[in-house]
C-alpha cells in the first residue's frame, strides 16, 4: 500500500516514516500544502494522512481541492486533540476519519488499516484471496494445509496487491506505482526478485508471468 504522509513537522514524519514502513506502507512525504496537493493529485495513494495546519495551502484547502476534482483517496486528517471545529470542518471537507494530537502511532495504524479496508469493502484484517490467508496485523500468509510463511514488510505490500486484485493482470508500473514510494528507482529488477521470493513461499502456480503484459495471480485451482 502507497500512503502520503503530509506533515509540516518534520521531527514527527520522519518518525512516522519510519512506523508506517515496518507497518507495511510505502510512504512519500510532502512538508506542505501545495505539494501534497499536486502529489494526492498526480499519484495513486491507497490513504492520506493529513495534518491541517500546513504552511500556505492548509489541509482544508488540500482537501477540498482533491474532493472537488473526484478524488476519493482515503483521508484521515491529524488535529489538535481540543480542536473539535477543526474536526467538523474536516469531516464536512471530505475526510474520512480523524486524529488529535498527540496520538500514539498504535491507533493511527488501527485507524488507517480499518479506513482502508472499509474502502475495499472488508471488515476484518484479514485478507482471503486465491486458496491463501494473509494476516495483516502480524504480515503472515498462511496456506490451506495450515502452513504459515513469515512476510518482510515488501514481500507483504507485494502479496497483498496481488491478493486484492485477483484474476487482474498488473503491469509492473502499477504494481511499483503502489509498492515503493516516490525515490524509487523505476528502472530497477525489484519487482522479479520479490515475486520470485513469494513464489518460493506461496508456489509457482499462484502468480503467472505474462511476458511484456506483467502478472496474473489467481487461484491455482481455477
Known amino acids: 500500500m502507497r500512503l502520503l504522509l503530509v506533515e509540516d513537522d518534520a521531527r ?6 519510519r512506523d508506517l514502513a ?18 494526492g493529485r498526480e499519484m495513486p495513494y491507497d490513504a492520506v494522512v493529513l495534518d491541517l495546519g500546513l504552511p500556505g495551502l492548509t489541509g482544508l484547502d488540500v482537501l477540498r481541492r482533491w474532493r472537488g476534482r473526484g478524488n476519493g ?14 474536526r467538523v470542518d474536516g469531516l464536512k471537507a471530505g475526510a474520512d476519519d480523524y486524529l488529535g494530537k498527540p496520538f500514539h ?3 493511527l495504524l488501527a485507524r488507517l488499516q480499518a479506513l482502508i479496508r472499509r474502502s475495499q469493502g472488508r471488515a476484518e484484517a484479514v485478507l482471503r484471496a486465491g486458496g491463501l ?9 498462511g496456506l490451506a494445509d495450515g502452513t504459515l510463511f513469515e512476510l518482510t514488510a515488501t514481500e507483504f505490500r507485494l502479496l497483498r496487491i ?3 486484485h485477483p484474476g487482474e493482470l498488473l ?23 520479490y515475486v520470485r521470493r513469494l513464489r518460493d513461499k506461496i508456489g509457482d502456480e499462484r502468480i503467472q508471468t ?3 503484459q506483467g502478472y496474473l495471480f489467481q487461484d491455482p485451482g481455477e
Open 12 to 17: 514527527l514524519a520522519e518518525g512516522l516514516q
Open 22 to 39: 515496518k507497518a507495511g506502507f510505502a510512504v512519500d512525504w510532502a512538508a506542505e500544502g501545495q505539494s501534497a496537493e499536486f502529489m
Open 73 to 86: 483517496v482515503p483521508v484521515l486528517i491529524l488535529t489538535a486533540r481540543d480542536g473539535w471545529r477543526e
Open 105 to 107: 502511532v498504535e491507533e
Open 133 to 141: 490467508t494473509l494476516d495483516e496485523d502480524h504480515q503472515r500468509v
Open 162 to 164: 496481488f491478493m486484492s
Open 171 to 193: 503491469s509492473k508500473t502499477r504494481l511499483t506505482e503502489h509498492l515503493y514510494d516516490q525515490d524509487f528507482d523505476r528502472d530497477s529488477n525489484l519487482i522479479e526478485v
Open 210 to 212: 505474462r511476458r511484456g
